[in-house]
Each structure stands twice: as structure tokens, then as C-alpha cells.
Nanobody, 123 residues
Framework: QVQLVESGGGLVQPGGSLRLSCAASGSIFNINAMGWYRQAPGEQRELVATITNDGSTNYADSVKGRFTISRDRDNAKNTVYLQMNSLKPEDTAVYYC???????????????WGKGTLVTVSS
């Protein structure tokens, strides 16, 4: 069993900041990459940012320069963060954590998702 648990969402005014966290737990051999996606009402889920094992990051154009993804792998915490600054109303969405996980040495890498955390940017 693998669980991804997000936290840190909430209501923030435009221009404000939030920090999202996602902790992976359970039967995990290796996490290949972790990332954040978001889905606004009536829209498809879209990539926000990803980070690989070697620390390589990728960001959606709409968040470059405002959001920063990081990962805490010390002591097998397997936690990913998303620091969101200069938030805009169009950042309002449910944010989902994703992890590409190999559960056992010889298993395939599979996608796992958290249940999501709501971020609302409004005055």
C-alpha cells in the first residue's frame, strides 16, 4: 500500500504565498520522481512542476519564477514541497501530488496520486 498525503492548501489573497507539502509512505523501494498537478473547475488536470531523483526540475510556463518545487529525501521522508509565491486568482485549483514509484526492486514504476488540496486565491 502506498499513500500520498498533501497539506498546506487554503485561502490566500492575490500576491500572497502558500507552501504545499506531500508525504509518500508505505511499501516503497524507490521514488523516481515527484510532482504537482492542478485542476481548476471545468478544466483538465495540468502539470505544475516536477522534480526527479537527480534534482532536475520542470515547471509550467504559467508558474515559472513564482513557484519552486523541492524534495526532502533525508531519512526516507519522501516529501515534496511546492512553494507558491505571488499567487494569482488563476492559480485557484485543486492541487494534486504525484509520485512515480517502484514498490519493489523488480517491479514497474507506477503513478500514484494524492487526494488533492484546494488552493483558493481571492480577495
Amino acid at each position: 500500500q502506498v499513500q500520498l498525503v498533501e497539506s498546506g492548501g487554503g485561502l490566500v489573497q492575490p500576491g500572497g504565498s502558500l507552501r504545499l507539502s506531500c508525504a509518500a509512505s508505505g511499501s516503497i523501494f524507490n521514488i523516481n520522481a515527484m510532482g504537482w498537478y492542478r485542476q481548476a473547475p471545468g478544466e483538465q488536470r495540468e502539470l505544475v512542476a516536477t522534480i526527479t531523483n537527480d534534482g532536475s526540475t520542470n515547471y509550467a510556463d504559467s508558474v515559472k519564477g513564482r513557484f519552486t518545487i523541492s524534495r526532502d529525501r533525508d531519512n526516507a521522508k519522501n516529501t515534496v514541497y511546492l512553494q507558491m509565491n505571488s499567487l494569482k486568482p488563476e492559480d485557484t485549483a485543486v492541487y494534486y501530488c504525484n509520485a512515480k514509484i517502484k514498490r519493489y526492486r523488480y517491479s514497474f514504476i507506477m503513478d500514484y496520486w494524492g487526494k488533492g488540496t484546494l488552493v483558493t486565491v481571492s480577495s
